[in-house]
């Protein structure tokens, strides 16, 4: 049976196909066109898919969004009418919207079929599962657990913004819900939107910036204390209510009312790319505190209604790593699996999965792998025969390596004598993380490692810390963690013996000073805090960065380097041979590999295209 699942219209749009519940291949529409988070229907992640899979669309067994419009319509409907006359401005703008694309969504996915290729409309058939459990699916089926509780959370789908579900063999039972307008997700994001960061985009930045907060502080107590006494009512099992005197995404169109908020915190709504002050580490702290106990609120619940053993987890709040690190660190579950995609990309992916496990009726077989998803690895490759294409066009100069080992270890080389690299492998990743697939890379060592990426190549915030990349089998020797994360989605601290003392005034540094103390022996990829967002590599799904971190522990003693996502700020990762070719031109990025072909920087010709990248892509 071929399914091909789609997710598309609000953010992350993408293509994923199944072929009798294996996962053949998965991509964002933002990798092909270039637009960071691309929210338009996903024609060339579905060319991809078909291509790949040799499937033509008169071939599947069925197509599968990843919601259900008029359910949602229905609430857009139900929301406005109970705020009423408040948010006239916004329906007026949002229902045109609506009735031209959204309303009538079954005649705007077959036309835009019928415009990747000609097929029969009749034979077609269309599912709608909902969102939270299209989440669900994508959580649970690809697990290597026959049970699991389920936990999804994000801003908001049809009318639910977090799920407790239980998946058993081929079966997903939703058991509680929270809905809309209260959702934990849009707390978060409201307080990305405050602290001058963009919303679907700068949660990341808002939870790396909570390490630079006090813990100890007046400051971020009060902050605590206002949230939940304000803004947010916290149940026992994790339920949560919001104050909507102090929203306006019901109606509005803006995430929060500033006055009531500058008036609460006593702080201005800051201004993007402006100064970040002590003040701002601290309502990123505060609200990271509020998200972590709500999470494990939940997570006790969802263990309470299953008593199941395992866990998973997804939507957009299950990337927020440190939360999940503590999640894990409560021992609540024997283990837990986060889906890579666990945003609305992934809902792609979950929305076939579940249309096949569910609708169809499928059994389900497990393997025996680390899970079903392949490392992530579910985007497209590319040839020799492309990547040549790609040095002619721009008169590159390159080695061509037959022998892999020889050109691991001249990179691991590379890399131990500060220089760094763009390294593209094999199969792009599906979901927002670099995997070792499409990524830059550094020596965790050195000290200027972190400044020269973040200010030299990603051209994004200092304070942005970094990942490491770790040979899974010797991951407990150097950070403390039990168990895997192959999907950069798990927070651990340093070992204590490899972290440095800090000096007795410390806390009253600034922000830049703090960020560039020498914190352990992992300087590159050690937090503000002594925790790092690990990445366990694994020689099963991906041998050749596997053979890369090796000859580099083999020169070093340590078995892990710096990885970011090969791309500038604002733009998404490199997804052909000439996007990674452009990168390495237009940043001081030293070398790039693409497959057995090695570029050297000071080697190539003068890059002609004078474009300012800062004007290209827009500013996450």
Known sequence: MKILGISAFYHDSAAAIIIDGKIITAA?????SRKKHDERFPKNAIKYCLDHSGLSIDKLDAVVFYDKPLLKFERLLETY??????????????LPVWLKEKLFLKKVIKDELMEIETYNKRK???????????????????SPFKEAAILTIDGVGEWATSSICHGKDNNITILKETHFPHSLGLLYSAFTYYTGFKVNSGEYKLMGLAAYG??????????????????????????????????????????????KWEKLFGVKTRKSESDLEKVHCN???????????????????????????????????ALNCVANGKLKEANIFKDIFIQPAAGDAGGALGAALSAYHIFFQKERTLSGKLDEMSGSYLGPEYSSIEIEKTARKYEAVFEKHTDFNTLASKTAKLISEGNVIGWFQGRMEFGPRALGGRSILGDVRNPEMQKKLNLKIKYREGFRPFAPSVLAEDCEQLFEMKGTSPYMLLVHPVKKNLCKQLPADYKSYNLLKKLYYQRSEMPAITHIDFSARIQTVHKETN???????????KLTGKGVIVNTSFNVRGEPIVCTPEDAYKCLMRTEMDYLIVGDYFFDKEKQPEWKEKLNWQKEYELN
């Not at 077609?124 to 690809?142: C, D, N, T, V």
């Not at 209604?305 to 957009?316: F, H, I, K, S």
């Open 283 to 317: 309502l990123a702290l505060a609200i990271q505190h509020v998200t972590e106990e709500v999470v494990l609120l939940m997570a006790k619940e969802a263990k309470r209604l299953t008593n199941a053993e395992y866990l998973c987890m997804a939507g957009g709040v």
């Open 81 to 94: 009418y109970a705020f009423a006359p408040k948010g006239v401005a916004s329906f007026i703008i949002a």
């Open 214 to 259: 006090d813990p100890d502080s007046k400051q971020t107590a009060e902050f605590t204390e206002k949230i939940k006494q304000s803004l947010i009512k916290v149940m026992r099992d994790g339920s949560i209510w919001l104050n909507q005197d102090y929203f306006n995404y019901s109606t509005g169109l803006r995430m929060i009312n500033e006055d």
């Open 124 to 142: 077609l058939k269309l599912l709608f599962p909902e969102h939270h459990l299209s989440h669900a699916a994508s959580a649970f089926f690809p």
């Open 543 to 553: 041998p050749k960065y596997w053979e890369l971190i090796n000859e580099f522990k």
């Open 28 to 32: 964002q529409e933002e990798r092909f």
